[in-house]
């Protein structure tokens, strides 16, 4: 098909260097388990399901796909089949694409490069990009305006001074764990260096470059490893500025407009962008025994063909999104709106991607050195109903906590500077235990395990006192987070309201994060999570993916 070859050669496919990159970062990395994708396969308990019939075709997604739904029932609905998505980050698609068995037809992640990296087995083929978007920064209209970011180029040291002179704070996905990260930090680090020709490892050993990269992320108040969930937390938080993909600040502007909220100001970064290509691609020998293959491709074939028709390219702008480098389609002033900063006719460029050895580097810099340390307090729930595979679960995950080769394999190191703190918990709090850096922090591994099971569940007294310890504790700067390992049945004294009360009056913006074990009940963890920006995740099917997530969202 030639129509389908025109987005082959969009900035996505330039970072191929990348691919190298993150090749290397995951050799040896634990491959995502397949037991709940089985279940859902079992059960039908997709993400999002559309149309009915008994041609069912399975697409792995990244979260800023959702957007694109409409597109997909009305699809679904007129070919009288099934069509589910289940949504993943970029990184565990790629880990989906290097495991043995794939229960799914197709990939649909942010960009190129992670089908590139991921599928060393040479199983996907027939990808297209379906849209672009590039990684903007989003700025409160009247701050954009007060900054003199409306009337001409900004540059990166634009963005450092504002950080410098304490005038403006930003979101931000994890650069470890999201494509859209992934993408700012690099540009900020090619703008700071002067857009060189190449970027050296001479270069990363600069002190000033360092000193300059740790100024700028610390400009970030909160992270996520999706995009999309970056999005609502802006809409649901009191935030200066977003970096995320055009679509979603549009996307988000839609709702801050309809609420009467102050909209975003998009700025493109004049010396450090990159843009993603939102491929779709076909999964060859998934390793699924009993699957028509011939049948799946071609119900993808003419999912994908449906998508490249131009009256549903045209519909696919209308979401935000771009589906050619040269602009976009006219009568769409209403969606790319030039008074929130969209530029329809700005020449998008990449940046230049130095070796895989130098990209190596940089990530590992960022994750060992320059973002924002956590300061993370951990609630360990050793409760009588934790027993048996609920505390097994528990411990597993706390070896993947405090086993650093095993989290550096994952890029979710602790560093020199982070502080994690333990407390287990049963009908009281116990004391707690503190380790400063990954050496400490690798030296309470067996201490923290050897806490036995027994007793009620005191989980809102527990999350209280966190609370209030944070509140009086000095951060140094570092970003605070608490996350409960637990069953989620509070048996004990103290509520929900309770907490929201304490969490209120100490005036906490930390996010509560929760993994769930044993027979969990996420319902009173949801409420908590939510009040505080957070989220819950559950440990049970899938713990590395969890404790991955919990990590690129602190």
Same mark, same amino acid.
């Given at each position: ?11 996505? #496919?330039?970072?191929?260097?990348? *691919? ?8 040896? &990395? ?45 699809? $679904?609905?007129?070919?009288? @089949? ?80 504002? =950080? ?70 802006? &809409? ?12 979603? =600040? ?15 100001? *998009? ?8 843009? $993603? ?6 999964? /060859? ?33 209308? /979401? ?15 969606? #790319? ?32 050195? &320059? ?14 109903? @934790? ?37 287990? #918990? ?6 707690? &235990? ?28 527990? *999350? ?19 996350? *409960? ?26 996010? =509560? #994060?929760? =993994? ?39």
């Amino acid at each position: 098909m030639k129509e389908r070859s025109r987005h082959n050669s969009s900035p996505g #496919f330039a970072c191929r260097c990348l *691919v190298i990159l993150l090749a290397l970062v995951i050799a040896g &990395l634990t491959l995502v388990s397949c037991t709940a994708i089985r279940k859902k396969e079992e059960s039908g308990d997709y993400d999002a399901q559309f149309g009915r019939g008994n041609d069912l075709l399975r697409i792995v997604a990244g979260s800023e796909n959702r957007v694109l739904e409409p597109i997909l029932d009305a699809y $679904a609905q007129k070919k009288k @089949m099934r069509i589910a998505v289940d949504y993943r980050g970029s990184l565990d698609i790629m880990r989906l694409l290097q495991g043995g068995t794939i229960p799914y037809d197709a990939v649909w992640p942010a960009s190129s490069l992670w089908i590139s990296m991921g599928d060393e087995k040479h199983r996907v083929r027939d990808g297209s990009s379906t849209s672009i978007t590039p990684v903007v920064l989003g700025v409160r209209q009247t701050l954009a305006r007060e900054l003199g970011w409306t009337e001409g180029p900004v540059y990166v040291r634009d963005l450092l001074t504002a =950080i410098r002179e304490g005038r403006l704070r930003f979101t931000m996905t994890s650069a470890t764990q999201s494509n859209s990260g992934a993408s700012a930090y690099m540009g900020f680090l090619y703008a700071l260096l002067g857009q060189p020709a190449e970027i050296t490892l001479q270069d990363l050993r600069d002190p000033g470059l360092q000193e300059d990269l740790r100024e700028l992320l610390g400009g970030i108040e909160r992270s996520s490893g999706s995009s999309d969930w970056l999005k609502d937390l802006y &809409l649901k938080g009191d935030y200066d500025a977003m970096v995320n993909y055009e679509a979603l =600040i549009i996307d988000a502007n839609r709702t801050l407009e309809a609420e009467g909220r102050e909209t975003l100001y *998009v700025i493109y970064l004049e010396d450090g962008t990159l843009l $993603a290509d939102s491929p779709l691609a076909f999964v /060859t020998q998934n390793g699924e025994a009993d699957r028509d293959e011939a049948h799946q491709e071609k119900l993808f074939e003419e999912l994908l063909e449906h998508l490249l028709s131009e009256p549903v390219q045209l519909e696919i702008q209308k /979401t935000g999104r771009r589906t050619d480098l040269n602009g976009v389609a006219p009568g769409l002033d209403d969606i #790319f709106r030039a008074d929130q900063g969209i530029d329809t006719k700005r020449i998008l460029s990449t940046i230049n991607m130095p070796r895989a050895e130098v990209l190596l580097a940089a990530l590992e810099l960022y994750q060992d050195e &320059l973002r924002r340390p956590g300061y993370n307090i951990y609630l360990l729930d050793h409760s009588g109903s @934790m027993s048996g595979s609920g505390i097994r679960q528990l411990r597993a995950a706390l070896e993947l906590i405090m086993d650093q080769k095993r989290s550096g394999e994952l890029l979710l190191q602790a560093s020199e500077e982070e502080i994690n703190v333990f407390i287990p #918990f049963s009908d009281y709090s116990h004391e707690p &235990l503190t380790a400063r850096g990954p050496v400490e922090l690798e030296a309470l591994r067996s201490s923290v395990s050897d806490t036995r099971t027994g007793g009620g569940t005191a989980l809102f007294g527990a *999350v209280e006192e966190a609370l209030k310890e944070l509140a009086k504790t000095d951060l140094g700067g570092r970003r605070p987070a608490i996350i *409960v390992l637990t069953d989620g049945m509070n048996t004990a004294s103290g509520s929900q309201r309770e907490v929201e009360s304490v969490y209120r009056q100490l005036g906490l913006d930390v996010p =509560i #994060f929760a =993994i769930l074990f044993g027979d969990a009940h996420a319902d009173e963890l949801e409420g908590l999570a939510a009040m505080s920006h957070g989220r819950v995740f559950d440990g049970r099917e899938d713990l590395v993916q969890a404790f991955a997530t919990v990590r690129g969202y602190n």
